[in-house]
């Protein structure tokens, strides 16, 4: 299970990162905090469906794309 949460909090970072946005936007963008976005990408904590959606609507990708 840690496996897949490291990947996909990878899978984010780079995809905001080739996007060009900060932690702090996409956490805007996603009506998330800035710290679970961060804690997400660290794989410090597990992520909900719902807000894997929020993230991949707001990296304006499909949800499987990040994982």
């Known amino acids: 299970m ?3 949460n490291k990947e ?6 780079k995809l905001r ?8 936007k996409l ?4 009506g998330l905090h ?3 976005i961060g804690q997400i990408e660290r794989n410090e ?3 909900g469906l719902k807000n894997l959606g929020k993230i991949a609507k ?3 990708v499909n949800a499987r ?3």
């Open 58 to 60: 707001a990296l304006k």
């Open 2 to 4: 840690d496996d897949i």
């Open 17 to 24: 990162e080739q996007k060009g946005i900060s932690q702090e």
């Open 27 to 30: 956490a805007e963008l996603a």
């Open 8 to 13: 996909v909090g990878l899978n984010i970072r």
């Open 45 to 47: 904590k597990n992520i």
């Open 34 to 36: 800035r710290t679970y």
């Open 65 to 67: 794309d990040l994982l």
